[in-house]
């Protein structure tokens, strides 16, 4: 009968033994990667001293290929729960030490218990991946493993926010469940997501490619739309996931106020500059990156998809200490052109932030929807009926401030009131419109531009005449489709009351199922 001391040396002894790893050859090959163990990215991601391992003598049970043999330390990924800054997350990384971080059956199962975990206890879950995919020896075993747990992110979708920091390989079907998560962050050089490797894309295509090229963290952040963030380092992408938590509420059921914090900057501020910031001459642009940074608080915004769509701004910040959801066209970005691109990015951010009841801001500045075949082809008529589907769906409160141009569809998809904008105001420069004013009349006064001696002097005049009767604020104001015309300068001020008064609203919908948004 072994005595408690022995008890628990032998307790001590088996934790010392998991906690190796993959053992020290594996562990270096990682260092030299540029890559942290995962027990060191638990270390910074998980507030000192409150993380609780779950599941960390799980063994997996396969007895294929001589992988009855081998133990595989945690059965290669550690699991558990603890605080971010005081708020408490279920989290779990895979370790690519141990046989790649490959994927079996317990491993999935362990990945699957900390997910129903978050559920349980209305807390984010955070994924940290860094994996070979599914373990071969395991087969279907492990394919059933990657089931569960995208059932389970498409299930808690909504509930709980779900993270995905990509930190070594994910290859397979270690892509899809990133996928069906909220935000994927990314390390360059480093992380990779691909469904099929570069020997695969090489023997098919006979394309020399590499990992990099083929998933990295700047074809997914720039090209593919697939990843949120990039960053230089595991301990930068970890900084990143915490201040991501720190704008979003814990689950569904948080009070919208949940993740306020005490402003240091007065909601009476005005903001002086804005008043001259839209350029005089229609052909010079301005950056809305300036008008947003100017209307938040301290300037500060987090902004997911800085590289991709950029003629499309989404970002989170706040207003006298309350997270607000922004979306705003970029007129200094292919003019702000609405597309295919823009349309699903900005869909999909309106869709997250009513999920989890965080208010909308969106700032108006379009020319309308990009046209072409390149569009047509790629269906933007599906892609751009995503944001129409998520601003008419959303609940959460709808404060619209347009600029300047909101031409032809792009004005109505931009959360007009007529697809249930709360509060729209404009600016005295805005332009609610079906065109720009060059365009009207050489349509409309086709035939007296015809007709005219100087054709050029005479669609000037039209233009005009077309420009003082529809485009300014005033026509859209008087029909009701602007609720009040403010200065640039007020914006701040005229935000901030709009969304204490809205912080409160209720709005109904009839019951459904789930509606059927164009994906
Ligand atoms: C079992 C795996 C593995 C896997 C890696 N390993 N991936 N074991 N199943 N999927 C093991 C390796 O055999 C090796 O074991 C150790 O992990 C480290 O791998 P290396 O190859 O030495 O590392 P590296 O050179 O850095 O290359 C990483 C890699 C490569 C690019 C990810 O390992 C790789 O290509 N793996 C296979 C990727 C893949 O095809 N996955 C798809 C699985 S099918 P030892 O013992 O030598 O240290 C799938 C379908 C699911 O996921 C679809 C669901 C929708």
Same mark, same amino acid.
């Given at each position: 009968?072994p005595?408690?001391?022995e008890?628990?040396?032998?307790?001590?002894?088996?934790?010392?033994?998991?906690?190796?790893?993959?053992?020290?050859?594996?562990?270096?090959k990682?260092?030299e990667?540029?890559?942290l163990?995962?027990?060191?990215?638990?270390?910074?991601?998980?507030d000192?001293?409150?993380?609780?391992?779950?599941?960390?003598?799980?063994?997996?049970?396969?007895h294929?290929?001589?992988? *009855?043999?081998?133990d595989i330390?945690?059965?290669?990924v550690?699991?558990?729960?603890?605080?971010?800054?005081?708020?408490?997350?279920?989290?779990?990384?895979?370790?690519?030490t141990?046989?790649?971080?490959?994927?079996g059956?317990?491993?999935?199962w362990?990945i699957?218990?900390?997910? *129903?975990?978050?559920?349980?206890?209305?807390?984010p879950?955070?994924g940290?991946l860094?994996?070979g995919?599914?373990?071969?020896?395991?087969?279907?075993?492990?394919?059933?493993?990657?089931?569960?747990?995208?059932?389970r992110n498409?299930?808690y979708?909504?509930i709980?926010p779900?993270?995905?920091?990509?930190?070594?390989?994910?290859?397979?079907?270690?892509?899809?469940?990133?996928?069906?998560?909220?935000?994927?962050?990314?390390v360059?050089?480093?992380?990779?997501?691909?469904?099929t490797g570069?020997?695969v894309?090489?023997?098919?295509?006979?394309?020399?490619?590499?990992?990099?090229?083929?998933?990295?963290?700047?074809?997914h952040?720039?090209?593919?739309?697939?990843?949120?963030?990039a960053?230089?380092?595991?301990? *930068?992408?970890?900084?990143g996931?915490?201040?991501?938590?720190s704008?979003?509420?814990?689950?569904?059921y948080?009070?919208?106020a949940?993740?306020?914090?005490?402003p240091?900057?007065?909601? *009476?501020r005005?903001?002086?500059?804005?008043?001259?910031?839209?350029?005089?001459?229609?052909r010079?642009?301005?950056?809305?990156?300036q008008v947003?940074?100017?209307?938040?608080?301290?300037?500060?915004i987090?902004?997911?998809?800085?590289?991709?769509?950029?003629?499309?701004?989404?970002?989170?910040?706040?207003?006298?200490?309350y997270v607000i959801?922004?979306?705003?066209?970029?007129?200094s970005?292919?003019?702000?052109?609405?597309?295919?691109?823009a349309?699903?990015?900005?869909?999909r951010?309106?869709?997250f932030?009513?999920?989890?009841?965080?208010?909308?801001?969106t700032?108006?500045?379009?020319?309308?929807?990009?046209?072409?075949?390149?569009?047509?082809?790629?269906?933007?008529?599906r892609?751009g009926?995503?944001?129409l589907?998520?601003?008419?769906?959303?609940t959460?409160?709808?404060?619209?401030?347009?600029?300047?141009k909101?031409?032809?569809?792009?004005q109505?998809?931009m959360c007009s009131?007529?697809i249930?904008?709360d509060?729209?105001?404009?600016?005295p420069?805005?332009?609610?419109?079906?065109?720009?004013?060059?365009?009207a009349a050489?349509?409309?006064?086709?035939?007296?531009?015809?007709?005219?001696s100087?054709?050029?002097?005479k669609?000037?005049?039209m233009?005009?005449?077309?420009?003082?009767?529809?485009?300014?604020?005033?026509?859209?104001?008087?029909?009701?489709f602007?609720?009040?015309?403010?200065k640039?300068a007020?914006?701040?001020?005229?935000?901030?009351?709009?969304?204490?008064?809205?912080?409160?609203?209720?709005?109904a919908?009839?019951?459904?199922?789930?509606?059927?948004?164009?994906?």
């Open positions: 009968m005595t408690n001391e008890l628990n040396a032998e307790l001590a002894a088996k934790e010392a033994e998991i906690k190796a790893m993959g053992g020290p050859e594996q562990v270096k990682q260092h990667l540029n890559k163990t995962v027990r060191e990215r638990i270390d910074l991601l998980i000192p001293d409150t993380f609780t391992e779950t599941g960390m003598h799980v063994k997996h049970h396969c294929h290929f001589g992988l *009855d043999k081998v330390p945690a059965d290669g550690v699991t558990g729960f603890g605080k971010i800054n005081g708020r408490t997350v279920c989290c779990y990384g895979e370790d690519f141990s046989r790649g971080g490959s994927l059956e317990m491993h999935a362990k699957a218990r900390t997910m *129903d975990l978050a559920a349980k206890m209305r807390v879950v955070v940290m860094d994996t995919g599914a373990r071969i020896q395991e087969g279907i075993n492990a394919l059933d493993g990657y089931g569960q747990i995208f059932h498409t299930i979708s909504g709980v779900q993270i995905t920091l990509s930190l070594g390989p994910c290859a397979g079907g270690a892509v899809y469940s990133p996928a069906l998560t909220d935000w994927i962050l990314m360059k050089g480093s992380s990779y997501l691909y469904v570069p020997d894309v090489k023997a098919v295509m006979s394309e020399e490619v590499t990992h990099e090229e083929l998933g990295g963290a700047m074809v952040n720039a090209k593919s739309g697939v990843a949120h963030f960053y230089n380092s595991d301990a *930068d992408c970890i900084a996931c915490k201040e991501l938590l704008y979003l509420p814990q689950s569904v948080d009070a919208p949940a993740s306020h914090q005490p240091d900057d007065s909601p *009476d005005t903001c002086p500059e804005l008043n001259a910031i839209i350029p005089e001459n229609p010079q642009v301005y950056d809305m990156k947003i940074k100017a209307i938040v608080d301290d300037g500060k987090l902004e997911p998809h800085q590289h991709y769509a950029r003629n499309m701004v989404v970002c989170f910040a706040r207003m006298d200490g959801g922004i979306i705003a066209n970029q007129p970005f292919m003019a702000g052109v609405l597309d295919i691109n349309s699903d990015k900005a869909a951010f309106v869709r932030c009513d999920a989890f009841n965080i208010p909308l801001l700032l108006i500045d379009v020319p309308g929807y990009m046209p072409g075949t390149h569009q047509e082809f790629g269906g933007v008529i892609h009926a995503k944001l589907s998520a601003y008419s769906e959303a959460v409160p709808k404060i619209s401030i347009c600029t300047q909101a031409y032809g569809g792009a109505i998809s009131k007529s249930g904008a509060l729209y105001m404009a600016w420069t805005a332009q609610l419109a079906v065109m720009g004013a060059e365009g050489a349509i409309i006064f086709r035939r007296e531009i015809a007709k005219a100087d054709q050029q002097a669609l000037q005049e233009t005009e005449l077309y420009r003082n009767t529809f485009n300014n604020p005033y026509v859209a104001a008087a029909g009701g602007v609720d009040k015309v403010i640039p007020d914006s701040r001020r005229e935000i901030i009351t709009a969304l204490e008064a809205l912080r409160h609203k209720q709005e919908r009839p019951w459904k199922k789930h509606g059927n948004i164009p994906l």
